[in-house]
């Protein structure tokens, strides 16, 4: 099924129903009323939110009477009586909790925002609890859809069961959403992600999430605020709910605008990445992929040398984008730095370190250094161009593009240090100013994990697609099954294939479980990829099951080449960047309008794009599905008398 949200005319009349008694409507010359419940119209029926306890229900159109949330885990104390404040707007509070309610429709959803006037904390919403509760939706990653009863999640290997997820820097949007059987969902959006936090549990084999939000006056997070949306109970459709709730607010970015302000952009479309080493970062190595076919790539590089002016020039030539991978966000001793981008001029290090409560500053990547305050750089800026002097000399050899590492990620910090206090949210204001500056310098920006609140000012992302499980970290620590940072011109960091265990491979990659949240919400405003250091040939395991979501998602691969990789896999990589390039190119700048599970066992799956500009249908199975092979995928563009067919496991180049 297609999965669309609605809109609400907010004309419809508010309710009041006290415990036990008939309903009231409000007028507007309405007194305040005491009652227990409030019924709010929201699309596809009415919701009813008890004030005692912040339990939410919802009556369908079609007759069901659906659990949205339990009772608040928190003990709120008594509410205050209602009062109406404006149209289609009532207000509470629980004086005991220090804590005013707001409750509205908005767009076709019940919008409940909690104001708290001391340092508290609530457990709430409290989700999964209704017996139709089929499917739990989470956007760790590109997306999964779990069976609320799937034992490997609920107590095995999944380790969702028992966990806890930070929403504002674990998960890619901060959403969340069931299935309640046949055609109905629910969608959870919180807005306010910094200081909320989604656990899981799991009472009687069945998969719940409770919200908890840290009221903080120093963190600067005392507003809280939780949507409601029905839904069609498509797994995508939290995400779409998403999406419209960005694009009402002007906050949904758009590539086509972005090609349009900055025509290297559209380079991207069609294109294929990969960090380059040795002589696949030389003129030699760019002119070699173009000789193999390949009219579309993203080249990036880290470490010296960076590509010359002459293999520069060869990527422009070819089509291709190229630019370096760079992070303002680590900070070491000079003297002693073992990476360039972690050396600063002057006293940047130490002085601008991230400090915590107790003065301490936090240690930095890989246990080196420190994290540098995003607010110590801008207060700097004006006087001393500490990041636009770094900006211009990392692209001096004319790369036209520029990878950022860690800035859009939701890993933000509260610092302490003296000069430059601010707070996670004023954290990710100064990442998104400095961002813009060099987006404004016409370079094609990308960044990693790129949380949706980023989607505005970045072109591309490397690691939103990845739904990476605890187990990952783990494995990658182990330098001798991973590979370390050499030797260096190919370090096994990168190129050496892995075997993942089959846990780790389950909750990663097991296509039963995998969802396009993250595509359903942001696709068409930038490009999403996995993570640099999950090349396509570092995980041989998985290769066929990724080519298949890369094109069911109309997402490009990552990869990473030297000399002998490139002689080895090239041809692989052109037939696969053939196939793909014309795809991305129709359908990169467009929604995802559609998804479904074609097979019960939700192996067989196709995607929409557009008014119909593209159809996916990608088979994960070993049996065929009608003609479609186990393996392999079909897509249509807009106008094709015949599918496209591409089964990866067969392409040898």
Not at 269 to 296: C, I, M, P, Q, S
Not at 449 to 472: C, S, Y
Not at 638 to 644: L, Q, S, V, Y
């Amino acid at each position: 099924m297609t999965t669309k949200i609605g809109s609400l005319t907010l004309s419809v009349a508010l309710v009041l129903a006290a415990a036990g008694a008939s309903a009231y409507a409000f007028t507007a010359e309405a007194e305040p009323v005491h009652g227990k419940q409030v019924e709010l119209a929201v699309d596809g029926g009415t919701a009813v939110v008890d004030t005692a306890s912040l339990a939410v229900r919802a009556h369908t159109r079609d007759g069901r009477d659906l659990t949205l949330s339990d009772a608040s885990a928190t003990d709120l104390g008594r509410p205050s009586p209602v009062t109406r404040t404006g149209k289609g707007r009532v207000r509470w509070s629980y004086p005991e909790r220090g804590i005013d309610v707001t409750a509205r429709t908005d767009h076709g959803r019940l919008s409940l925002s909690l104001k708290a006037h001391r340092d508290t904390s609530v457990s709430w919403p409290v989700t999964g609890t209704d017996a139709a509760a089929s499917a739990l939706q989470l956007p760790r990653g590109e997306g999964l859809d779990i069976p609320v009863e799937d034992a490997f999640w609920t107590t095995g290997e999944g380790g969702l069961g028992g966990s806890t997820l930070d929403v504002g820097a674990e998960l890619t949007l901060p959403l969340w959403g069931y299935s309640l059987g046949r055609r109905t969902g629910v969608s959870y959006l919180t807005p306010t992600d910094i200081g909320t936090t989604l656990g899981f549990t799991a009472p009687g084999g069945r998969l719940r999430a409770t919200a908890e939000h840290a009221f903080d006056g120093g963190d600067g997070t005392r507003d809280y605020s939780v949507t409601f949306a029905l839904t069609d109970g498509n797994p995508v459709a939290p995400a779409a709910d998403y999406r419209s709730y960005l694009a009402e607010r002007g906050q949904l970015g758009s590539l086509k605008r972005k090609i349009a302000k900055n025509p290297a952009t559209g380079r991207l479309l069609g294109a294929f990445h990969a960090y380059t080493w040795g002589d696949a970062r030389k003129a030699g190595g760019v002119e070699r992929l173009r000789e193999l076919g390949v009219d579309r790539m993203w080249l990036g590089y880290d470490g010296e040398p960076y590509p010359d002016r002459a293999a520069v020039s060869a990527a422009k030539r070819a089509g291709y984008l190229i630019g370096p991978y760079d992070s303002f966000a680590n900070g070491q001793d000079p003297r002693t730095a073992d990476a360039p981008n972690s050396a600063w001029p002057g006293t940047v290090y130490p002085d601008f370190c991230v400090r915590d409560a107790k003065g301490k500053p936090v240690t930095g990547f890989g246990g080196r250094g420190c994290y540098l305050s995003s607010r110590a750089f801008e207060r700097a800026e004006p006087r001393h161009h500490y990041l636009a002097d770094r900006t211009r000399g990392m692209v001096a050899n004319g790369a036209d593009s520029y990878f950022l590492d860690v800035d859009a990620t939701g890993e933000l910090f509260r610092d302490h240090g003296k000069g430059h206090r601010m707070t996670k949210a004023e954290d990710r204001e100064h990442r998104l100013a400095r961002m813009r500056r060099i987006a404004a310098r016409g370079l094609v920006l990308g960044s990693e994990t790129a949380q949706a609140w980023a989607n505005r000012t970045l072109a591309f992302d490397h690691g939103g697609a990845t739904p990476v499980a605890d187990g990952l970290w783990k494995l990658q620590r182990d330098r001798e099954k991973w590979g370390g940072y050499y030797p260096e011109g190919a370090p096994g960091v990168f190129f050496k294939p892995v075997d993942l265990p089959a846990g780790l491979a389950k909750a990663m990659y097991d296509p039963r479980y995998r969802v396009p949240l993250y595509e359903t919400a942001l696709h068409g405003s930038l490009v999403n990829t996995e993570r640099w250091e999950l090349s396509y040939e570092k995980l041989p395991g998985q290769k066929t099951t990724r080519a298949l979501l890369a094109m069911l998602y109309n997402t490009p691969l990552n990869y990473v080449l030297d000399g002998p990789s490139l002689k080895e896999h090239g041809a692989e990589l052109a037939a696969l960047q053939k196939y793909f390039s014309p795809l991305h190119k129709a359908a990169g700048t467009e929604q995802l309008t559609g998804f479904r599970q074609l097979s019960k066992d939700r192996t067989v799956q196709r995607t929409v794009f557009g008014e119909g500009t593209l159809t996916v249908t990608a088979n994960f199975a070993t049996k065929a599905y009608g003609d479609l092979p186990g393996g392999c995928v079909d897509a249509r563009l807009k106008g094709d008398d015949a599918p496209r067919r591409l089964c990866p496991a067969k392409v040898t180049g």
